[in-house]
């Protein structure tokens, strides 16, 4: 991110306890994003066509990986504006 200034990143699905205290359990909203954004490139019919540029040293695997982390930042700053 160009500000280096980390996006909030809350949790995905948080929940009250019985007392009325928040919780926080399972996914960061970040992570979630990032399984959505990977859902989205595997399933296209053409994902290898997609301009996702290779870091040198990453399988593909990896490099889908860290292109949907790269999207999933993009959306939590997105949601700050």
């Given amino acids: 991110m160009p500000d280096k200034q980390k996006p909030e990143n809350p949790p995905a699905f948080p929940y009250l ?17 990032a399984a959505k954004a990977m859902h989205g490139i595997l399933n296209s019919d053409n ?8 870091e040198s040293g990453l399988s593909i695997v ?19 504006q």
């Avoid at 928040?22 to 996914?27: D, V």
């Avoid at 994902?47 to 290779?54: I, N, S, T």
């Fill in 47 to 54: 994902w290898r066509d997609l301009d996702l540029k290779m």
């Fill in 17 to 33: 306890s019985m007392d009325g205290d928040t919780i926080y359990r399972g996914l960061s909203m970040r992570d979630y994003f």
């Fill in 62 to 80: 990896e490099n889908i990986a860290s292109h949907s982390y790269k999207i999933a930042d993009a959306m939590l700053k997105a949601r700050q």
